[in-house]
C-alpha cells in the first residue's frame, strides 16, 4: 500500500510561481509512473503531467507546457511540480497519483491517489 500526501498549494498572484510535493510513503514508488492532475470547482479532474518511473520522459498537458516542469527524486520518494507563470485557470485542487506506466497514468488508471492540495491563482 502506497500513502500520498501533497504539500505547497496556496494563493498566489497571475504570473506567480508554486512549488508542489507529493511525499510517498509505505513503500518506494520508485517503480511507478507518477502524474499530477487536478480539478478546478465544477469541473473534471484534468491531467496535468506524468513522469516515467526514472525519471526519463514526461508528458505535459497543453495547458501547462512550458510553464510547469516535472521531476522526481526516488531516493527521497517524492515527486515535485514547479509551476511557474500561473495564470486564474490553474486555480484547482491538485492530486498526486501513482500507477504501473505513463501509459496508465495518462489514461486515469490509478492506483494511488493522494487526498489533494488546493491551488488558487488570483488576478
Known amino acids: 500500500q502506497v500513502q500520498l500526501v501533497e504539500s505547497g498549494g496556496g494563493y498566489v498572484q497571475a504570473g506567480g510561481s508554486l512549488r508542489l510535493s507529493c511525499a510517498a510513503s509505505g513503500r518506494t514508488v520508485g517503480s511507478y509512473a507518477m502524474g499530477w492532475f487536478r480539478q478546478a470547482p465544477g469541473k473534471g479532474r484534468e491531467f496535468v503531467v506524468v513522469i516515467s518511473w526514472n525519471g526519463g520522459s514526461a508528458y505535459y498537458a497543453g495547458s501547462v507546457k512550458g510553464r510547469f516542469t516535472v521531476s522526481r527524486d526516488n531516493a527521497k520518494n517524492t515527486v515535485l511540480l514547479q509551476m511557474n507563470s500561473l495564470k486564474p485557470e490553474d486555480t484547482a485542487v491538485y492530486y498526486c497519483?501513482?500507477?504501473?506506466?505513463?501509459?496508465?497514468?495518462?489514461?486515469?488508471?490509478?492506483?494511488?491517489w493522494g487526498q489533494g492540495t488546493q491551488v488558487t491563482v488570483s488576478s
Open positions: 497519483a501513482a500507477s504501473d506506466t505513463t501509459a496508465q497514468v495518462m489514461a486515469r488508471q490509478i492506483h494511488y
